[in-house]
């Protein structure tokens, strides 16, 4: 309907401008909206302010240049109007809301998305990548279902994406799980020895472990470090990834491609990348890192707790950028840190020719992005393609207070626990529904309630309510007859107030959807969705006595038409989002109550 909109005012400008009333060389980019107050029409639109430079005259002469001279091919347009200092607002014809139905059948799964990788753009969307050392847990939940519907997002937006996780199969706390592996290993055969303070004291470690002896016997049992070490290393990043696998899999969320850190050093990419930094000058040696604003660092930053390790070396200057301070990037012994590698990662993106390229990291991660956006603009590359999204960690609650631990296994709480609690779905929803940097608590005793106060159960019970209209017309002996019997006749019964704005916004999914993947924001889609459930709901109860299914038969073709309209363009959203459209859900708690009195 927006692009009708839009194509009434191209045609007009053009003619304008063929006739010599107004002169321009391009149109700058407008917008058309729904106005706030209905009083004011069907769509507004700011184009006659915005060409007011490009053309040389007053707002309001445009307007009316344009209302005067109207070019409505389709005759879709009722009423122009020109309000204030030169906005334009349109009432059109009701026909134009009647065939959003037919239109949204028509388009069917499709409704909403662009052809797959039709905007030429090729993009990469890294998340989770949760180190290899445990599970998938609570603290990586966010980020998990953020990136994937990000990438939902994307893949409906047009683009070729590519969905990446970083594994950081390399350093120190991948050893330590090797040694506690081996130490595990060993306590299956009888021998006495005990786990140090910073090894991997949960039960999962010890199921791996017996993976291993049943893989390897005794063999491991005696032989030197040098030959245990890489093997128990590489079995527990082999068993926690095909546990992370596993998780992601519960919850709905699939990976192109795992990226390993140790394929970086092993390939001398990690080292070559500071060469590479010396090589443009952008690197020097000393003692300490340069500041900006002589600021003195924090004494529980990490940087001031590992000051001993960090005796001079090769500094990176960060500093031209946003960076506070320089970052070393070789120490004083000659070793790569933990910043050496991801840079040499991002590098990497860069070569491989995506157009944008996103990480969602948890929101302590926030000090790392402007040392990753100096080293890639010390590198020459367009830092722009480069965008990060910053979760929140949320409170995850049950009568009220923090849960932190499983109950059934004692150890950190983790994804598939509040999977197999909560639901995929309630996880998936109340992880998108607000912006990525807010705070917010997950109430487990609330998603578990059949009440319309319960968002996820609202968000699936307006879903589920088309369907069962659907199938109680069909039980009346009145089905829809579909997308190729629907007359126009009977589409033209939609003329209420409540159901224009219905399929008015039902007709904006396409663009939500562009919007929200522009903005990396999927809640606006979660939105949308909720709007729409909640002008349906109220539509439904308003209109009892004057109901969806009736004797009217004109009249009952034409909503069904709406009914089964909305059902596909809300199965299409939640879809883009990744949750279940249910065809069946008990009605709430309040509306069973009501009908029993």
Same mark, same amino acid.
């Given at each position: 309907?927006?692009?009708?909109?839009?194509?009434?005012?191209?045609?007009?400008?053009?003619?304008?401008?063929?006739?010599?009333?107004?002169?321009?060389?391009?149109?700058?980019?407008?917008?058309?909206?729904?106005?706030?107050?209905?009083? %004011?029409?069907?769509?507004?639109?700011n184009?006659?302010?915005?060409?007011?430079?490009?053309?040389?005259?007053?707002?309001?002469?445009i307007?009316?240049?344009?209302?005067?001279?109207?070019?409505?091919?389709?005759?879709?347009?009722?009423?122009?109007?020109?309000?204030?200092?030169?906005?334009l607002?349109?009432?059109?014809?009701?026909?134009v809301?009647?065939?959003?139905?037919?239109?949204?059948?028509?388009?069917?799964?499709?409704?909403?998305?662009?052809?797959?990788?039709?905007?030429?753009?090729?993009?990469?969307?890294?998340?989770?990548?949760?180190?290899?050392?445990?599970?998938?847990?609570?603290?990586?939940?966010?980020?998990?279902?953020?990136?994937?519907?990000?990438?939902?997002?994307?893949?409906?937006?047009?683009?070729?994406?590519?969905?990446?996780?970083?594994?950081?199969?390399?350093?120190?706390?991948?050893?330590?799980?090797?040694?506690?592996?081996?130490?595990?290993?060993?306590?299956?055969?009888?021998?006495?020895?005990?786990?140090?303070?910073?090894?991997?004291?949960a039960?999962?470690?010890?199921?791996?472990?017996?993976?291993?002896?049943?893989?390897?016997?005794?063999?491991?049992?005696?032989?030197?470090?040098?030959?245990?070490?890489?093997?128990?290393?590489?079995?527990?990043?082999?068993?926690?990834?095909?546990?992370?696998?596993?998780?992601?899999?519960?919850?709905?969320?699939?990976?192109?491609?795992?990226?390993?850190?140790?394929?970086?050093?092993?390939?001398?990419?990690?080292?070559?990348?500071?060469?590479?930094?010396?090589?443009?000058?952008?690197?020097?040696?000393?003692?300490?890192?340069?500041?900006?604003?002589?600021?003195?660092?924090?004494?529980?930053?990490k940087?001031?707790?590992?000051?001993?390790?960090?005796?001079?070396?090769?500094?990176?200057m960060?500093?031209?950028?946003?960076?506070?301070?320089?970052?070393?990037?070789?120490?004083?012994? @000659?070793?790569?840190?933990?910043?050496?590698?991801?840079l040499?990662?991002?590098?990497?993106?860069?070569?491989?020719?995506?157009?944008?390229?996103?990480?969602?990291?948890g929101?302590? %991660?926030?000090? %790392?992005?402007?040392?990753?956006?100096?080293?890639?603009?010390?590198? @020459?590359?367009?830092?722009?393609?480069l965008?990060?999204?910053?979760?929140?960690?949320?409170?995850?609650?049950r009568?009220?207070?923090?849960?932190?631990?499983?109950?059934?296994?004692?150890?950190?709480?983790?994804?598939?626990?509040?999977?197999?609690?909560?639901?995929?779905?309630?996880?998936?929803?109340?992880?998108?529904?607000?912006?990525?940097?807010?705070?917010?608590?997950?109430?487990?005793?609330?998603?578990?309630?059949?009440?319309?106060?319960?968002?996820?159960?609202?968000?699936?019970?307006?879903?589920?309510?088309?369907?069962?209209?659907?199938?109680?017309?069909?039980?009346?002996?009145?089905?829809?007859?579909?997308?190729?019997?629907?007359?126009?006749?009977?589409?033209?019964?939609?003329?209420?107030?409540?159901?224009?704005?219905m399929?008015?916004?039902?007709?904006?999914?396409?663009?939500?959807?562009?919007?929200?993947?522009?903005?990396?924001?999927?809640?606006?889609?979660?939105?949308?969705?909720?709007?729409?459930?909640?002008?349906? %709901?109220?539509?439904?109860?308003?209109?009892?006595?004057?109901?969806?299914?009736?004797?009217?038969?004109?009249?009952?073709?034409?909503?069904?038409?709406?009914?089964?309209?909305?059902?596909?363009?809300?199965?299409?959203?939640?879809?883009?989002l990744?949750?279940?459209?249910?065809?069946?859900?008990?009605?709430?708690?309040?509306?069973?109550?009501?009908?029993?009195?």
């Amino acid at each position: 309907m927006r692009q009708k909109v839009r194509a009434v005012v191209d045609e007009t400008l053009s003619a304008l401008k063929s006739k010599g009333v107004l002169s321009f060389e391009q149109v700058p980019g407008y917008a058309i909206e729904v106005p706030k107050n209905p009083e %004011h029409g069907d769509w507004s639109c700011n184009v006659a302010m915005v060409m007011s430079k490009a053309a040389g005259k007053k707002p309001g002469d445009i307007a009316d240049a344009i209302i005067a001279n109207l070019v409505d091919k389709d005759g879709i347009v009722t009423k122009v109007e020109r309000a204030g200092p030169g906005f334009l607002n349109f009432r059109l014809k009701d026909t134009v809301f009647q065939t959003v139905a037919r239109d949204v059948l028509r388009a069917g799964e499709s409704f909403g998305r662009q052809p797959a990788k039709s905007s030429g753009k090729r993009v990469q969307v890294e998340f989770v990548s949760a180190n290899p050392t445990g599970p998938v847990h609570i603290g990586h939940a966010r980020g998990a279902f953020m990136g994937d519907a990000l990438a939902r997002l994307l893949d409906a937006a047009g683009h070729d994406v590519t969905r990446e996780f970083y594994i950081n199969d390399y350093g120190k706390q991948v050893e330590t799980l090797g040694r506690t592996v081996h130490k595990r290993y060993r306590q299956l055969f009888g021998q006495q020895v005990e786990l140090v303070e910073g090894e991997y004291p949960a039960a999962y470690v010890i199921d791996i472990a017996k993976t291993w002896r049943e893989e390897v016997g005794e063999r491991y049992l005696t032989a030197p470090e040098s030959e245990w070490l890489p093997e128990a290393m590489a079995v527990g990043i082999r068993e926690n990834l095909k546990a992370i696998r596993a998780t992601l899999e519960m919850a709905g969320i699939r990976h192109d491609v795992f990226f390993s850190e140790a394929s970086l050093h092993a390939s001398n990419k990690v080292r070559s990348i500071v060469d590479v930094y010396r090589e443009r000058g952008a690197t020097y040696e000393a003692t300490e890192a340069r500041r900006k604003d002589a600021k003195v660092r924090s004494e529980d930053s990490k940087a001031a707790q590992y000051s001993d390790r960090q005796r001079g070396g090769t500094f990176l200057m960060t500093t031209q950028l946003k960076d506070d301070e320089d970052r070393i990037i070789l120490r004083h012994d @000659g070793t790569p840190v933990y910043l050496t590698a991801d840079l040499a990662y991002h590098k990497e993106k860069f070569d491989r020719g995506f157009d944008l390229m996103i990480d969602v990291f948890g929101a302590d %991660h926030a000090g %790392h992005v402007p040392r990753i956006e100096a080293g890639m603009h010390l590198l @020459g590359f367009d830092i722009k393609k480069l965008k990060f999204v910053l979760v929140q960690i949320v409170r995850i609650t049950r009568g009220g207070e923090e849960v932190k631990v499983s109950k059934r296994k004692g150890t950190v709480f983790e994804l598939a626990d509040l999977i197999e609690e909560a639901g995929a779905d309630a996880c998936r929803f109340l992880f998108l529904m607000k912006t990525a940097n807010a705070q917010f608590d997950f109430d487990l005793d609330a998603v578990r309630e059949q009440k319309s106060t319960n968002p996820v159960f609202y968000f699936q019970y307006g879903h589920a309510r088309c369907a069962a209209i659907l199938r109680k017309a069909e039980e009346k002996g009145q089905p829809f007859v579909g997308v190729d019997r629907v007359t126009d006749a009977q589409l033209a019964r939609l003329v209420l107030p409540e159901e224009k704005v219905m399929l008015q916004k039902m007709s904006r999914l396409p663009d939500v959807v562009q919007s929200a993947a522009a903005n990396l924001e999927p809640h606006h889609v979660l939105y949308f969705c909720q709007e729409l459930i909640s002008d349906f %709901h109220s539509y439904y109860t308003r209109y009892k006595s004057d109901p969806i299914i009736s004797a009217d038969t004109e009249k009952t073709q034409g909503r069904l038409a709406m009914v089964a309209a909305l059902k596909q363009v809300l199965r299409a959203a939640f879809g883009i989002l990744g949750i279940q459209a249910p065809e069946v859900m008990e009605a709430p708690e309040e509306e069973e109550q009501a009908a029993a009195t």
